[in-house]
């Protein structure tokens, strides 16, 4: 690949609100149609299974996006009242159109911008948040939060992936960086790639936020693409993954990295699939006192 190719930029990356998109109405039918049945539902699923029944439940979801996995959350706990929170008024103009479809369902959604919100303190029997990102600050606040909206005995579940995750693309950036003596990217892919957690950091991360009984799940997957272009352009990598990725590696808006990521997919698995890891881990705490 040559000084030119890498300098071929890929489409515009959507604009962000602190690393997550801000999704206008496009945004979040894309969102619900397709990042959801193929990507969030590997981490909705197994919060699903981790989460404890109880009556009266109150939940909320914290960064709820368009709402998933929310009726699942109302089937699993009959009777729960859930509150979902993001940052995007389109994603939760969505969210709401799918619980109003589901009449035993009740419901609330409000816009927040940022944690905390202004939900009250000791409020809620269960706290969820799907796909925190790899941030230590952002797991901060997520876990913070939810110690300071459960009641006693009340459940975080957290699910998000885990180290390992996204490991083929850390690889192709470490290359980048040796081949173009970018040391700005080569000294920061180290620290991203460590600064995600295992499942057991997750769960060490709750008992230092003040949880109890600690349960932790773990699933290696992965998601295949039809090379570099398919990977690019998918809503999984536009919506989530290549925002998170920028922000954890402090890009702004240079292109020059991700695109050698997209010629450098294309190059190595010409004859191939695209299959990213994906490392699913679950942590789930209670509050206790």
């Known amino acids: 690949m040559s000084a030119e190719q890498v300098g071929a930029a890929p489409q515009k990356p959507p604009a962000v609100i602190r690393g997550r998109v801000r999704l206008g109405p496009s ?165 991203v790639e460590l600064a995600r957690p295992t499942a057991e950091m997750l769960g060490r991360e709750l008992e230092g936020a003040g949880f109890d009984f600690i349960e932790l799940a773990f699933r290696r997957t992965s998601i295949r693409f039809q090379g570099g272009r398919d990977f690019f352009e998918d809503p999984i990598s536009r919506l989530v993954i290549l925002p998170e990725l920028r922000l954890e590696l402090a890009l702004g808006d240079r292109e020059e990295p991700l695109t050698y990521v997209r010629e450098a997919i294309d190059t190595y698995w010409s004859d191939g699939n695209f299959d990213l890891t994906v490392n699913v881990g679950c942590a789930t705490g209670r509050r206790i006192g």
């Open 27 to 191: 945004e979040a039918a894309v969102f619900e149609t397709f990042v959801v049945p193929r990507y969030l539902s590997l981490f909705g699923e197994l919060a699903l299974e981790m989460m404890v029944e109880s009556e009266d439940a109150q939940v909320v979801h914290l960064h709820c996006r368009t709402g998933y996995p929310d009726r699942g959350v109302a089937m699993k706990l009959s009777g729960a009242h859930l509150v979902g929170v993001d940052g995007s008024a389109a994603a939760l103009e969505l969210a709401r159109a799918k619980a109003a479809t589901m009449p035993d369902m009740v419901s609330q959604y409000w816009l927040a911008q940022e944690l905390p919100t202004s939900l009250p303190t000791s409020a809620f029997s269960h706290a969820l948040a799907l796909h925190p990102l790899g941030t230590q600050e952002d797991r901060n606040e997520v876990l913070g939060e939810c110690a300071r909206l459960l009641a006693a005995n009340g459940q975080a579940v957290i699910a998000m992936p885990v180290r390992g995750s996204f490991q083929e693309l850390l690889d192709l950036l470490r290359e980048y960086a040796l081949k173009y003596d970018d040391n700005a990217v080569g000294n920061a892919v180290d620290p």
